[in-house]
């Protein structure tokens, strides 16, 4: 091939120029140059390419090939470096061969012109196209990975279409295209689709278009490029066993490979509880590698577990292989039983305590009953009681306890078997035994009582004594021996024993009377006590009563103390007072208090009645008017301290829950009109008057006919009505009066007002009887002189865990409590104080030291003591409630269900002291109460009297306990 190159305006190299090429116009073939108006300079309008610089050529320095080039040689005719033009030719250095390079031309300053060369004395294909058709569903295309850049990539839709071009190519010429796609979501063993077609396209040489399709190209995806295994060495283990892990990674691919290899162990819910890496794993290609890995199975617990194999390469999950295998449970359990006591008496309570332990330490136990079961000598069944384990933890012992009663049972042995079961059936079992002893070796179940009178006694006077023993033991008792001791109450000397000998049958009573001098005894206090000898066990003291001797030549003052029999009532004067319309005269209201002879206090909001009536101190309720209602569990309590035994009047005031259960009435609306006249029948509350009413008066229906102790007279046009308007009743052991008309109103007929007040008052009364802990106790020491006017001082030493309070102001009093005071000729004063009983079972004795002024000395006249006992502490109400409730048998269904609902109930009351205890604590513990009761009250088929009677003692209790809060 000849060539030649140029720098000058000669630019298609012929020698001549042609039209346009003559820049400067001289006719002359000659160096291009932008200084168009020879200046020597750049100006503006000069700057064809806009580079800044002054271009003008500066002549052909060199003429050479590329080293790049193939099978070229280069040959140049000799030129001097900055000429115009210069001639070259370009040989095949082997002619059956092609060759390709690129020439190079470099001016004067460094400008260079390459031109592509390309020869070959082989025939040339011309015009040829390669075509590849590809599906872009989940494929792309790395732009940047083309080996050779396309002529065009057109996408379109779903396809990617790129086209290479060649203007000629030598037929034995070969040349690679290659790019490099990516493959989204792929799917193991999946043909994935790449190329549609593949097309080639050119002119032969005879210059026929020839057209050849390659067809469409698809790519297998292998699963991995790894194949993996895992197994392990057994299906099945048992806790604190070590499973054996062995797994097997062989590497597919056709290079080396790192991989990280991972060992998990996952429970049945993908948890992955041991875990085992192996980093930065090389794997040649076709290379094997062998792992292994301990999983110790501990205390995991049973079920379905699997061995996960993960292979990560850079991060990324490249193969898994999994191998499944299961932990066993290990089921067992361990079980005690015991009692508080081995020896028991009659009528003695028996604490079953029982324990269930789980011997399993990889399985929760659940649904377990536990059966207790007690059975005397003969192996007759006295006592069942089964209870629910609903989920036991590996380890975990749970604590049951049951309650029986020993009762009238007879003396021998018992044993209590203990059983455990779950929904297979029999899993465990313990027992232990313990013994009832016989009345008459324990004298358990033998009671007493014993008074003294007269108290005090002149010295040289008989003292008649009083006794009753009873036998609700197990077993009747001969030849009991019975004494009478009279002992000195401060030292506990006896002075004399009266001894006896009784025989008593099983639920027999024995009653009897002594006279015993007092002659050989010392001015004094001092006890009888009522004491038996069980045979085989110490003396038994029953019971005890005090009484003083004192000498005559002392002045003759007459002193009882006893627990208060005056009332305390709550009143609620339940009107409007903020407008004033329709409300009673408080003072008369008050007067008529003072004159029947109670104590009282008057509140007139509804706060303040809700939060005194938790207040234990008042013994009686009065609510006049119906202003305001009473809270639904407020309105509960009061309903119980009345089945406790509290009275309550009520006038105008009602409600639904109230009317037929508390007051025996139904309340149907209001009578027309007012002022009617009350009519009374001869009654508790009346000996038979009238009182003209004020104000509205309620339609009543009674429910009981018998209870009606008062007729509202309406005179209509046909003649004269009568409608109910006064019932007592009955409420469990309290009293009830309930007035249909508004007996504040009629306070200003003050007289008839005032006595029908009294008597009412009088008739709900009860003294208090029942000796709570906690509670307040309203004591009186009534003093009367016989003698001349005495100057008294009188001192109460009482116990330091009792608490005394002036009943008046509500101060507590100082240990000893003194006051002076002074007695005319036959005049009676009563000091009154309440006593708090402190929480725990024992006898208090309250001491009253009274001594009297005579010559300007003081001297004693005596001391006079009270017992206050309590029986049962907050503890054992509890544990005596539920004792009573599992004892119940209802005969039908739905009874049974409400009882075991209270059960339920019960069983969230704490049976445990805590000074720490909030006011919501025990405001719940109230509540929870209150709804044991409401449950009990729906039992049909058995009395629950007594029970809720219980109830209500416990409620009395913790009521009391949040007052003294607030």
Not at 151 to 161: A, E, F, H, M
Not at 255 to 260: F, I, K, S
Request: charged share 20%; glycine share 8%; proline share 4%.
């Amino acid at each position: 091939v000849w060539g030649a190159v140029t720098d000058s305006e000669d630019v298609n190299v012929n020698g001549v120029l042609d039209s346009g090429e003559d820049l400067n116009g001289n006719g002359l073939i000659d160096r291009r140059s932008e200084d168009v108006n020879g200046n020597g300079k750049l100006d503006p309008e000069e700057d064809l390419n806009g580079n800044g610089y002054l271009d003008q050529d500066t002549g052909v320095f060199k003429v050479e090939l590329e080293p790049e080039m193939t099978n070229l040689q280069l040959n140049t005719l000799s030129f001097v470096p900055g000429a115009l033009s210069a001639n070259f030719s370009i040989t095949l250095i082997d002619p059956t061969l092609s060759g390709a390079g690129t020439l190079r031309v470099v001016d004067g300053v460094g400008n260079a012109s390459r031109s592509p060369i390309n020869l070959s004395l082989v025939p040339n294909l011309m015009a040829v196209r390669v075509i590849d058709t590809l599906s872009t569903a989940n494929i792309e295309v790395d732009v940047n990975s083309f080996s050779k850049v396309p002529y065009s990539v057109t996408s379109t839709n779903d396809t990617l279409v790129i086209e290479w071009r060649y203007d000629a190519f030598p037929a034995n010429y070969v040349e690679d295209i290659g790019f490099d796609i990516n493959l989204k979501n792929p799917v193991p063993g999946e043909q994935r689709g790449v190329s549609h077609k593949e097309e080639l396209l050119y002119n032969d040489l005879n210059g026929n278009p020839v057209r050849t399709d390659l067809g469409a190209q698809n790519v297998k995806v292998l699963s991995s490029a790894f194949d993996s295994s895992v197994t392990t060495d057994k299906a099945a283990y048992g806790p604190n066993q070590n499973a054996l892990v062995t797994a097997t990674v062989k590497s597919l691919s056709e290079y080396t490979r790192t991989v990280d290899v991972a060992i998990m162990v996952e429970d049945a819910g993908g948890t992955v509880v041991s875990r085992e890496l192996y980093s930065a794993v090389s794997l040649a290609a076709g290379n094997i590698k062998d792992f292994a890995a301990t999983f110790a199975t501990g205390t995991s617990y049973a079920g379905d577990y699997t061995v996960h194999l993960f292979l990560y390469e850079n991060g990324t999950d490249v193969g898994e292989a999994t191998a499944p295998f299961k932990i066993t449970p290990e089921i067992g359990v361990t079980s005690g039983i015991s009692t508080d006591k081995m020896l028991y008496g009659a009528n003695e309570a028996v604490t079953l305590t029982s324990e269930v332990r789980s011997g399993s330490c990889n399985y929760i136990l659940s649904d377990l009953n536990v059966r207790m079961t007690l059975s005397d000598a003969a192996g007759t069944q006295l006592f069942s009681e089964e209870k629910p384990i609903k989920t036991l933890l590996p380890q975990q012992t749970m604590q049951l306890k049951a309650y029986w009663n020993t009762g009238a049972s007879l003396k021998g042995r018992y044993t209590v078997l203990l059983q455990v079961f779950d929904g297979s059936g029999y899993l465990n079992s313990s027992s232990t035994g313990f013994d009832v002893a016989g009345t008459a070796s324990t004298g358990s179940g033998i009671t007493g009582t014993i008074a003294a009178q007269p108290n005090p006694v002149q010295q040289g006077a008989d003292e008649s004594i009083d006794y009753s023993i009873t036998n609700t033991g197990n077993e009747g008792i001969i030849d009991l021996t019975v004494n009478i001791l009279i002992a000195d109450a401060a030292t506990l000397d006896v002075k004399r024993t009266i001894p006896m000998v009784r025989s008593l049958p099983v639920a027999a009573v024995d009653s009897s009377s002594i006279t015993v001098s007092t002659a050989d005894l010392a001015p004094g206090q001092y006890l009888a006590l009522l004491q038996i000898a069980p045979l085989g066990s110490q003396p038994k003291t029953l019971a005890r009563a005090t009484f003083e001797v004192f000498i005559d030549l002392k002045p003759k003052l007459e002193v009882t103390k006893s627990i208060s029999g005056t009332g305390n009532v709550l009143v609620w004067l339940n009107y409007p007072w903020e407008s004033g319309n329709n409300c009673p005269d408080e003072a008369l209201i008050k007067r008529a208090l003072r004159e029947a002879g109670v104590l009282y206090r008057v509140v007139t909001e509804k706060k303040d009645f809700q939060t005194e009536l938790r207040n234990p101190i008042y013994t009686d309720f009065v609510i006049l008017g119906d202003q305001q209602p009473l809270e639904d569990h407020f309105s509960e309590e009061l309903r119980e301290q009345i089945n406790r035994g509290k009275g309550l009047i009520a006038s105008m005031f009602n409600r639904t829950n109230f009317d037929a259960d508390l007051f025996g009435v139904n309340i149907t609306g209001y009578l027309p009109g007012s002022n009617y006249a009350l009519e009374l029948i001869p009654s508790d509350i009346s000996a038979g008057a009238s009182l003209i009413t004020s104000g509205q008066v309620l339609r009543a229906e009674v429910l009981a006919a018998e209870q009606n102790v008062g007729w509202l007279v309406e005179e209509t046009r046909t003649g004269i009505a009568r409608h109910p308007g006064a019932t007592v009743r009955q409420y469990g052991t309290g009293k009830v009066v309930f007035l249909a008309f508004d007996l504040g109103l009629a306070s200003s007929n003050y007289e008839p007002f005032a006595l029908l007040l009294a008597d009412s008052l009088h008739h709900i009364h009860a003294p208090v009887s029942d000796l709570l802990p906690g509670q307040p106790v309203p004591v009186e020491v009534t003093l009367r002189t016989l003698a001349g006017n005495l100057d008294l001082k009188f001192a109460e030493i009482f116990p330091p865990q009792v608490a005394l309070f002036d009943t008046k102001t509500g101060l507590e009093l100082t240990n000893p409590w003194t006051t002076d005071l002074s007695l005319m000729m036959n005049e009676e004063k009563t000091i009154l104080f309440n006593a708090v009983l402190p929480k725990e079972r024992g006898i208090y004795t309250l001491t009253s030291e009274i001594s009297y002024a005579d010559g300007g000395i003081w001297q004693s006249s005596g001391t006079y003591p009270l017992d206050l006992v309590v029986e049962q502490n907050t503890y054992d109400l509890l544990d005596a409630i539920i004792f009573e409730v599992d004892g119940l048998s209802p005969s039908l269904k739905d009874d049974g269900i409400t009882i075991a609902r209270a059960k339920d109930i019960l069983a969230k009351i704490p049976g445990y002291e805590d000074e720490n205890r909030s006011d919501v604590e025990i405001q719940q513990i109230i509540h929870e109460l209150l709804k044991a009761v409401n449950a009990l009250t729906a039992v049909q088929s058995v009395d629950v009297a007594e029970i809720r009677e219980s109830i209500d003692r416990l409620l009395a209790v913790y009521e009391a306990r949040w007052y003294a809060r607030q």
